[in-house]
């Protein structure tokens, strides 16, 4: 994780909860999910003080990002959904180029932008800028897109 601060390293290696400052824990999904929640497989990282959690890369122990509680994975659901139709409809050639583009309108470094590192403000503001974009672009075609 070079070019990240010991913070991030920490946070985003679900290390500590960026919520309550908690040590998370490595958990099986049926643990957060339930037995019902039985279309969710391998493991995950849950904070038991506050209940935040993020999972892990398939077959692995490695963190997809930093740790999330339910609002927050509201939140980078929607944000996907507006920032994948950029590049999905070709408005960037790349899903890379439209990340980069991203990168530019956040003014974060290219590294620190992902959906699975993002805070609740930085998806509220993915949420914007996209469809602002979007909505400059084909106004008839996104019409329909939330704001925020």
Known sequence: MAGFTDEQRLIFTARVCPYCGGTPELVDAREIFGPGGARFEGKYYLCRRCRASVGCHRYSTEAMGRLATAELRDLRRRAHAVFDLIWKDRHKPSRYNAYSWLSLRLG????????????????????????AYLKSRNPEKYADLPGQ
């Not at 974060?108 to 469809?131: G, N, Q, W």
């Open 108 to 131: 974060k470094p290219r590294h620190l932008v992902h959906m699975a590192y993002f805070d609740e403000t930085d998806c509220r503001r993915v949420i914007s800028i996209c469809t």
